[in-house]
């Protein structure tokens, strides 16, 4: 099927097609790549010759003189970088000589990178050599983000996903420029990041049987985590790391029993039940641990945050909860990383570079509008739209559905500027999706409650407001069931969506 140019999600802020300008990827065809845009060529070559079987080759343009930008090469496609662009932004260009591709920086031509795919027939996705004619539609995008944090969270606490696993999530995520995957790494049934001052974590909550029901087991060593980082960076994904405290931390007590109150070790959970465990705010063997815990994950992480979580906290007194944070955030900074919490976190006193994470229901909610005013910066992910474990219906599984069901209109249907009195614009670091993993089993589960309510928060974080609109949307995410299908990427086939 013929696309569109303006046939994309996140819908790009500007789009000017000239139906009569299209331009054909042939056998011969070249790729130059100026200097800064090497890397993004690869993906982009990487892209490209699976299902067109040509070569693609990659050189620095036919003018490449020292120092100077190469020309682009006729009938080629070009990629540069303007930095007047903008962090983020990008233009792509398609006319009979060619496509161009310009980045305001690496990840802004990255983005150009999944538009020109998304332009593309679907077959472009095949792993094999497909026999397809791979025009592109011509005329001009010029695209740019509303928000700097788009992020999607994967839980590996209660069901734990391998390296493997996490790389193909983050894979499909990019395609819609996610630059954010917050892992939760922690909870009352499983520790999966190996701390090496305190290797008993892993030992004892990493293992067999430690996910929800009995799942598992599994925890990433620091190089296997290193190296998962390192593979989000080359795509433009910032990792943000949780720890849950000072609830959510049964599966560490088990492994530390002096992190209880009274030393003794509780037996492990695989239930679903949240709000019983808390560290001890008045115990140093607490700050001693989550000391040892933040200096490590800071270390290896080049990001700049260190989400704390915060939430749930039933089992910790107010005055604890309190005492607890009040300790704990300056550690965050020793490390020199900035601090991110649930939204729960508004009631401890915070330093301002603090960021909340609204996951809240009702917008009644005035903690984290009073944080808001006094600048701390907000991630909305309300969890009757962006949770993407809420089951799509009633008769959908897997899923939860205590934020209510959420189906691909209600997922679309909002807007982060407007879900709190109080929480504008410009108090919004971004949103994020997180998908908790409670009732999931494998990747195909986690991809079907992703796919499609992912793409729908992504344009929200993204496209200018002016775009958005439900008709199109829905127009558009139809034609994604093949990209998925030919990616072996399992999506729920949402019935108010008209597939091809
Ligand atoms: C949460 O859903 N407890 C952040």
Same mark, same amino acid.
């Not at 540069?80 to 903008?86: K, P, Q, R, W």
């Not at 974080?461 to 002016?466: D, F, I, K, L, Q």
């Given at each position: 099927m013929t696309r569109e140019l303006g046939d994309v999600i996140p819908?790009?802020?500007?789009?000017? *097609?000239? *139906?009569?300008?299209? #331009?054909?990827?042939?056998? %011969? @065809?070249?790729?130059? =790549?100026?200097p800064g845009t090497e890397a993004?060529?690869?993906? $982009?070559?990487?892209?490209?010759?699976?299902?067109?079987?040509?070569? $693609?080759?990659?050189?620095?343009?036919?003018?490449?003189?020292? +120092?100077? @930008?190469?020309?682009?090469?006729? +009938?080629? &496609?070009?990629?540069?970088?303007d930095e007047t662009l903008g962090d983020e932004a990008y233009r792509m260009v398609v006319d009979p000589g060619g496509i161009v591709l310009t980045g305001g920086d690496p990840a802004g031509l990255f983005y150009a990178v999944q538009t020109l795919r998304q332009v593309l027939p679907a077959e472009i996705h095949a792993d094999g050599p497909r026999e397809t004619v791979w025009t592109v539609p011509g005329g001009l995008i010029a695209d740019r983000p509303r928000f700097g944090y788009r992020g999607a969270m994967l839980d590996v606490a209660r069901h734990f996903f391998s390296v493997a696993e996490v790389e193909s999530y983050l894979d499909a995520l990019v395609q819609f420029k996610i630059n954010h995957l917050h892992l939760h790494?922690?909870?009352d049934q499983g520790w999966r990041l190996e701390i090496e001052s305190r290797p008993e974590l892993t030992v004892v909550s990493g293992g067999a049987?430690?996910?929800?029901?009995?799942?598992?087991?599994?925890?990433?060593?620091?190089?296997?985590? =290193?190296?998962?980082?390192?593979?989000?960076?080359?795509?433009?994904?910032? &990792?943000?790391?949780?720890?849950?405290?000072? +609830?959510?931390?049964?599966?560490?007590?088990?492994?530390? *029993?002096? $992190?209880?109150?009274? +030393? @003794?070790?509780?037996?492990?959970?695989?239930?679903?039940?949240?709000?019983?465990?808390?560290?001890? =705010?008045?115990?140093?063997?607490?700050? =001693? #641990?989550?000391?040892?815990?933040?200096?490590?994950?800071?270390?290896?992480? *080049?990001?700049?945050?260190?989400?704390?979580?915060?939430?749930?906290?039933?089992?910790?007194?107010?005055?604890?909860?309190?005492? #607890?944070? %009040?300790?704990?955030?300056? $550690?965050?900074?020793?490390? %020199?990383?900035?601090?991110? %919490?649930?939204?729960?976190?508004?009631?401890?006193?915070?330093?301002?570079?603090?960021?909340?994470?609204?996951?809240? &229901?009702?917008?009644?909610?005035?903690?984290?509008?009073?944080?808001?005013?006094?600048?701390?910066q907000v991630i909305m992910s309300p969890a009757d739209r962006s949770y993407l474990d809420m089951r799509y219906a009633a008769d959908t599984r897997p899923g939860l559905d205590w934020a209510g069901v959420t189906d691909v209109e209600k997922a679309y249907g909002w807007d982060p500027a407007g879900r709190l009195p109080g929480v504008g614009e410009d108090n919004l670091l971004g949103v994020e999706a997180p998908l908790w993993s409670e009732t999931l089993r494998s990747l195909a589960d986690a991809q079907t409650m992703t796919f499609p309510r992912l793409p729908a928060i992504a344009e929200i974080g993204w496209s200018p407001r002016v775009t958005h609109d439900w008709e199109s949307f829905r127009r558009r995410l139809a034609a994604f069931g093949p990209r998925w299908r030919e990616q072996g990427i399992a999506y729920h086939p949402a019935p108010e969506i008209p597939w091809q």
């Amino acid at each position: 099927m013929t696309r569109e140019l303006g046939d994309v999600i996140p819908a790009p802020g500007e789009v000017r *097609p000239d *139906p009569a300008a299209g #331009f054909t990827i042939e056998t %011969g @065809v070249t790729i130059s =790549a100026a200097p800064g845009t090497e890397a993004v060529a690869e993906h $982009l070559a990487a892209a490209l010759r699976p299902a067109t079987g040509f070569d $693609l080759p990659i050189g620095p343009g036919p003018d490449a003189g020292a +120092g100077a @930008v190469p020309a682009r090469t006729p +009938g080629g &496609i070009h990629l540069e970088l303007d930095e007047t662009l903008g962090d983020e932004a990008y233009r792509m260009v398609v006319d009979p000589g060619g496509i161009v591709l310009t980045g305001g920086d690496p990840a802004g031509l990255f983005y150009a990178v999944q538009t020109l795919r998304q332009v593309l027939p679907a077959e472009i996705h095949a792993d094999g050599p497909r026999e397809t004619v791979w025009t592109v539609p011509g005329g001009l995008i010029a695209d740019r983000p509303r928000f700097g944090y788009r992020g999607a969270m994967l839980d590996v606490a209660r069901h734990f996903f391998s390296v493997a696993e996490v790389e193909s999530y983050l894979d499909a995520l990019v395609q819609f420029k996610i630059n954010h995957l917050h892992l939760h790494l922690t909870d009352d049934q499983g520790w999966r990041l190996e701390i090496e001052s305190r290797p008993e974590l892993t030992v004892v909550s990493g293992g067999a049987g430690t996910g929800v029901d009995g799942a598992g087991p599994g925890f990433y060593t620091q190089d296997e985590y =290193a190296g998962l980082v390192a593979y989000a960076a080359a795509r433009f994904v910032t &990792i943000v790391p949780e720890f849950d405290m000072p +609830g959510h931390v049964n599966a560490a007590q088990v492994a530390y *029993p002096e $992190l209880t109150a009274d +030393g @003794v070790a509780p037996g492990p959970r695989t239930d679903l039940e949240v709000g019983y465990s808390s560290l001890v =705010a008045g115990k140093e063997e607490t700050y =001693a #641990f989550v000391e040892d815990v933040l200096r490590e994950v800071a270390a290896l992480t *080049p990001g700049p945050y260190l989400h704390i979580g915060g939430d749930e906290a039933q089992a910790t007194t107010p005055e604890d909860y309190r005492a #607890f944070i %009040g300790r704990v955030l300056p $550690l965050v900074a020793k490390y %020199g990383k900035r601090p991110v %919490g649930w939204h729960e976190l508004a009631g401890a006193d915070l330093p301002g570079d603090a960021i909340l994470q609204y996951w809240g &229901i009702d917008a009644a909610d005035d903690t984290t509008a009073g944080a808001a005013a006094r600048g701390h910066q907000v991630i909305m992910s309300p969890a009757d739209r962006s949770y993407l474990d809420m089951r799509y219906a009633a008769d959908t599984r897997p899923g939860l559905d205590w934020a209510g069901v959420t189906d691909v209109e209600k997922a679309y249907g909002w807007d982060p500027a407007g879900r709190l009195p109080g929480v504008g614009e410009d108090n919004l670091l971004g949103v994020e999706a997180p998908l908790w993993s409670e009732t999931l089993r494998s990747l195909a589960d986690a991809q079907t409650m992703t796919f499609p309510r992912l793409p729908a928060i992504a344009e929200i974080g993204w496209s200018p407001r002016v775009t958005h609109d439900w008709e199109s949307f829905r127009r558009r995410l139809a034609a994604f069931g093949p990209r998925w299908r030919e990616q072996g990427i399992a999506y729920h086939p949402a019935p108010e969506i008209p597939w091809q």
